[in-house]
């Protein structure tokens, strides 16, 4: 079955830092990876996506991952962070059911400092 | 385009009672889904429908029902509401499996006493 990891709970990073977010995934075959935001009562807003191809996707916002194989990765990164990026941030991986389907892990919530 | 609908935005139930979560889309996707979100968890798959009058089980259906009748609505039931279904519910869709986007509502908060 696949599976996504988010490690950390909580970041916080002061206004105009660099910012990481770590995600591990675990699935058999090529994932379709995808990173998401969600703003305080809000849905969740799709950042970017990975298939195939050039591994470091450009997505919104000014966010970008690279996906690493090796160390099934899909880390989100921005290189100045602004106050109104404070929100959740979701990874997911589809593939189950035929592709149909997608499991997210359990969330990063970013805290932005002045 | 209004995306992905959602209704009612908040709703206090009380246990054993019942009631329907509305969920409309107009982009004419094909893909419908429904999670639950609990702090810290993530989003949990409850149900999904990869097309009129067709439905599956996602990861947590206990509690749960759908239909599908139309493309647009995919409406999640709740037969019998107990505490552990307070959650924020989301509705989402999708024009294709795989690399598809998938598009958000804005969830409904739903609070079981």
């Known amino acids: 079955a696949q599976s996504v990891t988010q490690p950390d709970i909580h970041i916080t990073v002061s206004e105009g830092a660099s910012l990481e977010l770590r995600c591990n995934y675990s699935?058999?075959?090529?994932?379709?990876l995808f990173w998401y935001v969600q703003s305080p009562g809000q849905g969740l807003q799709l950042l970017l996506k990975?298939?195939?191809?050039?591994?470091l996707v450009q997505g919104i916002k000014g966010f970008e991952a690279e996906f690493k194989r090796s160390q099934s990765s899909f880390n989100l990164r921005k290189p100045s962070v602004h106050w109104s990026d404070a929100a959740e941030y979701f990874c997911?991986?589809?593939?189950?059911?035929?592709?149909?389907?997608?499991?997210f892990g359990k969330g990063t919530m970013l805290l932005v400092s002045p | 385009n209004a995306g992905v609908t959602q209704t009612p935005k908040f709703r206090i139930l009380k246990i054993g009672q019942s009631m329907t979560l509305q969920c409309t889309q107009d982009?004419?996707?094909?893909?419908m889904y429904w999670y639950r979100q609990d702090p810290g968890m993530g989003l949990k798959l409850i149900y999904y429908?990869?097309?009129?009058?067709?439905?599956d089980k996602g990861e947590v259906p206990n509690g749960y029902n759908v239909s599908r009748s139309t493309t647009e609505d995919f409406p999640l039931r709740l037969e019998l509401a107990a505490p552990s279904q307070t959650s924020v519910y989301f509705c989402a869709s999708s024009r294709d499996r795989g690399r598809n986007e998938q598009y958000f509502g804005p969830g409904t908060r739903l609070t079981v006493t």
């Open positions: 997911a991986v589809g593939g189950g059911r035929g592709y149909s389907t997608l499991t």
């Open positions: 990975y298939f195939s191809g050039d591994t």
């Open positions: 429908s990869v097309g009129a009058g067709i439905t």
């Open positions: 982009m004419n996707h094909n893909y």
């Open positions: 699935y058999g075959a090529t994932p379709y």
